[in-house]
């Protein structure tokens, strides 16, 4: 038992520290966060395939909150605008425990993908009649 504490002491000393409002966590920082939060909590994660499901439970709950937002119908009694970012913060913890258990480093991902992007798409999007003002 002393030993079970021990570990968690040391895994709750690994997760980063509370950072000032001012700054902010790079993607590396908030991958390793989530694996540390993942390792304190005594159980195993969710499989890879239940952590696919809560994603795109997730991104189902900003989806919603969009509508509300943008589109046609009205906020429901308790439902808030507010919500959004909670519920986009959801979307990027669901993604992260994702990337760990698939050791994907998404701040490399994410570089590669912008580079794939600007090299592919660097006039498309300007050249596309629909998309003039």
Known sequence: MEEEVADQKHLLLALPQEK????????????????AWTHTIGVRPFSPLTNMGVLTEEVGEVARLLIRIHGDQSFKHGEDADDLGDELADVLFSLLCIANQNNIHLSEAFEKNMQKKTHRDATRHRDNPKLSS
Request: net charge negative; glycine share 0%; proline share 0%.
């Open 20 to 35: 000032e409002q001012t700054e902010h966590r790079t993607i590396h920082d908030a991958q390793q966060e989530v694996k």
